[in-house]
Each structure stands twice: as structure tokens, then as C-alpha cells.
């Protein structure tokens, strides 16, 4: 990134257009990370499908309250996840996060870190009320 | 798109005039002023008259003014000057007393201080308003205390402390303490964001020393002055050639000297004017942004600078707020963790009692001369669009 203080053109176009935001009614698996008093919270929501013997995400979805690299994050990850299996899903790292956005600045790295955790949380919460 | 600049208190465009004053200072006349050729004089005499300027209008004279590059060195000066110069002649550890809501460059400069061992701090606390209280500070005078500097006008929140209050105060103790033969205690203020609209004459003020800057006041960024009193000692803090008193060593920025002169000198016209008009625009934008449900005004219902508005929005974070306005050709800025680069949301909304996850969602709106009615009608309306918009966006807890 040329200005390493700002943000990209990438996480600017998502701030202002972000995608899969809302709420899955009956989801398969939530999860809600981060927390008020650190000024940033995200709800991750799952919708499963099983094809083939094999686990995808059907759908998922974002509530965020936070900054702009928090809004951006947890709408990129969405469209990074939404449609893959399961197991290549929760794979995803916070750097591949912030690598889609066009890169994060340094002090808003923990924003892809919580997007990422909130997405192994949310399959989590899935496997353990659907267990087989 | 039509933008509308409304973040004043963080910096101001230069004033065409005084742009006008200063243009030929670049490559027409920039003679080195410690020279005594003519081209050095001449920059000598145009930086002597902004003295002049600065001096004038904080009722000091020429010899009590140091130019600086800016409040943060200004600041920087004054009290890391007077603790080496107190520390030369008493043994004891000098005692600063400030309050927790000072700006970062007071704020980092008593902490470097206390880390160097060179001085013990006292933080005071604020009320809900903003404000300390002048028991409080009478409490916290120790026999070794040097230095008492509490800001003009808070920048986050736009409250005014009670600095003649303050002022008499000292000057009250300080006559005790020469029969105790304790030292005297200095006063210092800084006056950024006061330049514009508050009285700023240091003998009513009874303050020793008070800084400010260029770049609030439509003079360029990197250049501010120091005040201080007559008789007071410091010790600089930048060494090298014997420029400013001795106090401040390096070329002088003449430009942008220049400038600040003629900005300040540009503040006096109108002055009540001014402050009327955007005192009125203040309260336009008030009225207008408080019709939005779960959002609070902070800082004081009377002692408040009238270019400051700053706001706390429920369920919405600053930072995304400030984007979103930013997108929509409005600045404005916001006290949340996220605007930092810490995670800390802004230490002066801490300090007035607010919890953090409401401080996230502060909004600061700075007016200027310039603003009008038709801008602040347009704020009024797109904002409740954009709480509207982050609101729905949250998570429900």
C-alpha cells in the first residue's frame, strides 16, 4: 500500500456498499466476536448445505458495529466464503483477509483478525448443535 | 461535488489575505535574517513586525514572544524549559499539576518528564462538562510545585476552563509562598483552540506562559509562538544558532512567521462578529443533529467555544460515521479508538465519565468562518441518513 495510514479504494467501496449484510433467520451456525467497550462487534450468520456427502456454505451473512476497516472485513469475507465447503472455509486466514481488501493499515489488522474468528466461530457453533 | 469542510479544530485553510502576505517571501525575499545584508534585513524586519502582531494582540510585548514551529513545540518548550531551568537551581523533584483531558502534546510531554525522573505530575480530573475544578487544583499544590498548565479550550469537546479563575488563584498562592520562600508557580495555557474567539490577553488571563498555533487560525501549518512572561526562565530545548532569544535555535520559517502575524492581526477584525455568526450555525447544527433519536451533546451548556459541536451516537461508531460523511463531501472527526491507530477511545470523553462503548461513537463537527446556513441545513439532513444506514448495519444485543 502507497499510504500506509489510509485506507485502500477497496475497503472504502465496501464501507460504502457492503455485501450479504443483514440476518439469516433459523441460521445453521452464529457466532458474535469482539465487544463494545473495544468499539468493534461482528455477527457472522451460516446457512449449510450438504451436496455429495460434502458441507457448504449455502449463505452467510454480516451485522457489524464498527469502524470502517470492521465493515469492510466482515463484508469481504462473505464474499470470499459464501458457496465454498466448510472445511476450505474456516482454512481462511486474516492475512488473506486484508490481502482481498487491497491490505489493511497496521492498526487495523485486529479487524481481520475478528472477521476471521468470527467465521471459525460460526462453523463451530454449527458442528456443535449439528452434531451426526 | 459541493464539499463542506467542517473540521476547523483540527485545521483551517490558509486565509487568501494571508496567503497574499506572504507569497513574496518564498523567492523574492529570503534573505536569512540573522544576515545583515539587505536581503537579511529585510526578512529580519518583515519576522520583527509579525512579532509585533502576535505581541499585540496577547497584550505582551515583542521580547516575551518566540516563534516555534508549531503549539506542540511551543508546548514542548515550556514546560521542559522551565523544569531544566527550576532543576539547576532546587534539588527537589518539581511538581507539575495539569488535568486529564490536556491535548497529546502535554499529555506525552509531563509523561516523558516523569519517566525522565525530572518531575512528578499531578492529572486533574473533570466533571461531566469537562471542567476542573478549582479546589481540586488548590488540593493538589505541593511546596516543590513549579508549573500549573491547563488548557484554554478543550479540541475534542470545545468546553472553556475558568483560566482567569485559575490565573487569580495562583497569583494568590504564590504571593503566600514568597513569605514561605517556596517557589513561585508558573501558569501555563494553551490557547489553540482559543485564538479565534476568547480573550486572549495574558495579563487578564494571568498567565506566565501560553501557546498557540498557525494552522488553526488560517495561517499554514508548521508554525505557532510561545508567550512567555518576562523574567520567566527557561531553557531551550532545540540547540544551535542563537535565533529566538537564544530559546529557539534555527532559521526562522519567515514565511510562515509572516503569516501567523498576519492571521492573527486578520482574527481581531470582526471578531465579535465572527464568533456570533458561528455561534448561531452551532446552534443550527445542534438542533438539527439532536432530532436524531439516542444521541447526546457533550461539553459544557455555557462555558463552550462556539466552533465546537461534539456528539455521542448511540449504537454507531465514529470512525464509519466520518467515512460515510466523508463520502458524501462532509468532514468531520470523531474521538473513537479507531481514528487513533490505538484501541483506546479518546482520553478526554474517558475522563468527563463516559463509558468507552459510548465514546466510540463520538462525532465532532468544527465550524469556521466560512461555513453557512445552506451547509449546515445539508449536515442536518444527510446524517440521519448515515446513523440510519450504520444502525441497521449492527448487530442487535
Same mark, same amino acid.
Given at each position: 500500500m502507497k499510504f500506509s495510514q489510509l485506507y485502500s479504494q477497496k475497503v472504502l467501496e465496501h464501507m460504502r456498499n457492503p455485501r450479504n449484510m443483514g440476518e439469516i433467520?433459523?441460521?445453521?451456525?452464529?457466532?458474535?466476536?469482539?465487544?463494545?467497550?473495544c468499539g468493534d462487534i461482528m455477527r457472522l450468520f451460516i446457512k449449510v448445505e450438504k451436496k455429495d456427502n460434502q458441507e457448504y456454505l449455502k449463505d452467510v451473512k454480516f451485522q457489524t458495529l464498527g469502524c470502517g476497516a470492521a465493515i469492510a472485513t466482515s463484508s469481504i469475507i462473505t464474499t470470499m466464503v459464501k458457496g465454498k465447503l466448510l472445511k476450505e472455509a474456516e482454512k481462511i486466514t486474516n492475512q488473506? $483477509?486484508?490481502?482481498?481488501?487491497?491490505?489493511?493499515?497496521? #492498526?487495523?489488522?485486529?479487524?481481520? $483478525?475478528?472477521? #476471521?474468528? #468470527?467465521?471459525?466461530?460460526? $462453523?463451530?457453533?454449527?458442528?456443535?448443535t449439528h452434531k451426526r | 461535488m459541493k464539499t463542506i469542510y467542517l473540521d476547523h479544530a483540527a485545521t483551517t485553510p490558509v486565509d487568501n489575505k494571508v496567503f497574499l502576505a506572504i507569497e513574496s517571501y518564498f523567492s523574492q525575499d529570503y534573505g536569512n535574517?540573522?544576515?545583515?545584508? @539587505?536581503?537579511?534585513?529585510?526578512?529580519?524586519?518583515?519576522i520583527d513586525q509579525a512579532r509585533e502582531k502576535v505581541a499585540e494582540f496577547l497584550g505582551a510585548k515583542p521580547q516575551e514572544i518566540i516563534f516555534t514551529s508549531g503549539a506542540t513545540e511551543a508546548i514542548n518548550l515550556a514546560h521542559k524549559g522551565l523544569v531544566e531551568a527550576v532543576r539547576k537551581t532546587q534539588n527537589k523533584t518539581p511538581h507539575i499539576i495539569t488535568s486529564q483531558v490536556e491535548h497529546k502534546a502535554i499529555m506525552e510531554t509531563c509523561k516523558h518528564l516523569e519517566k525522565l525522573g525530572w518531575a512528578k505530575v499531578t492529572y486533574l480530573p473533570v466533571n461531566k462538562d469537562g471542567l476542573v475544578n478549582l479546589q481540586d487544583l488548590e488540593k493538589a499544590i505541593q511546596p516543590e510545585t513549579i508549573l500549573v498548565s491547563i488548557m484554554y479550550v478543550n479540541n475534542e469537546v470545545g468546553t472553556i476552563q475558568p483560566i482567569k479563575e485559575i490565573g487569580e488563584l495562583i497569583k494568590k498562592i504564590n504571593a503566600s509562598r514568597l513569605s514561605a520562600?517556596?517557589?513561585?508557580? +508558573?501558569?501555563?495555557? &494553551?490557547?489553540?483552540?482559543?485564538?479565534?474567539?476568547?480573550?486572549?490577553?495574558?495579563?487578564?488571563?494571568?498567565? &506566565? @506562559?501560553?501557546?498557540?498555533?498557525?494552522?488553526?487560525? +488560517?495561517?499554514?501549518?508548521?508554525?505557532?509562538? @510561545? +508567550?512567555?512572561?518576562?523574567?520567566?526562565?527557561?531553557?531551550?530545548?532545540? &540547540?544551535?544558532?542563537?535565533?529566538?532569544?537564544?530559546?529557539?535555535?534555527g532559521t526562522e520559517n519567515v514565511p510562515s512567521i509572516v503569516a501567523l502575524g498576519k492571521a492573527i492581526e486578520l482574527v481581531k477584525n470582526n471578531r465579535e462578529q465572527k464568533g456570533k455568526n458561528t455561534e448561531r450555525l452551532r446552534k443550527k447544527l445542534i438542533e438539527g443533529v439532536l432530532k436524531i433519536p439516542k444521541v447526546?451533546?457533550?461539553?459544557?451548556?455555557?462555558?463552550?467555544?462556539?466552533?465546537?459541536?461534539?456528539?455521542?451516537?448511540?449504537g454507531v461508531e465514529g470512525e464509519a460515521m466520518m467515512l460515510l460523511l466523508s463520502d458524501q463531501g462532509v468532514a468531520a472527526s470523531s474521538g473513537s479508538a479507531c481514528t487513533s491507530g490505538l484501541l483506546q477511545p479518546s482520553h478526554v470523553l474517558l475522563a468527563m465519565g463516559y463509558q468507552p462503548e459510548k465514546a466510540h461513537g463520538s462525532l465532532r463537527f468544527s465550524l469556521g468562518k466560512d461555513n453557512t446556513e445552506e451547509e449546515i441545513e445539508k449536515v442536518i439532513k444527510i446524517l440521519p441518513e448515515i446513523v440510519q444506514k450504520l444502525r441497521r448495519m449492527a448487530p442487535k444485543l
Open positions: 433467520k433459523n441460521p445453521d451456525g452464529v457466532a458474535t466476536v469482539g465487544n463494545p467497550v488473506a $483477509i486484508a490481502e482481498s481488501l487491497g491490505g489493511l493499515p497496521p #492498526a487495523k489488522m485486529h479487524c481481520s $483478525i475478528l472477521a #476471521a474468528d #468470527a467465521l471459525k466461530k460460526a $462453523i463451530k457453533n454449527y458442528r456443535q | 535574517p540573522s544576515e545583515p545584508h @539587505l536581503w537579511g534585513q529585510k526578512a529580519r524586519g518583515a520562600e517556596l517557589p513561585s508557580i +508558573y501558569f501555563h495555557t &494553551d490557547a489553540t483552540q482559543a485564538v479565534s474567539f476568547l480573550p486572549c490577553e495574558v495579563e487578564k488571563l494571568g498567565v &506566565d @506562559l501560553l501557546s498557540l498555533s498557525g494552522h488553526k487560525i +488560517y495561517a499554514p501549518k508548521g508554525v505557532g509562538a @510561545l +508567550y512567555f512572561k518576562k523574567g520567566t526562565s527557561l531553557v531551550r530545548q532545540q &540547540d544551535g544558532g542563537g535565533q529566538e532569544y537564544r530559546l529557539r535555535a447526546e451533546l457533550v461539553g459544557h451548556f455555557k462555558n463552550q467555544a462556539p466552533h465546537i459541536a461534539t456528539f455521542l451516537v448511540e
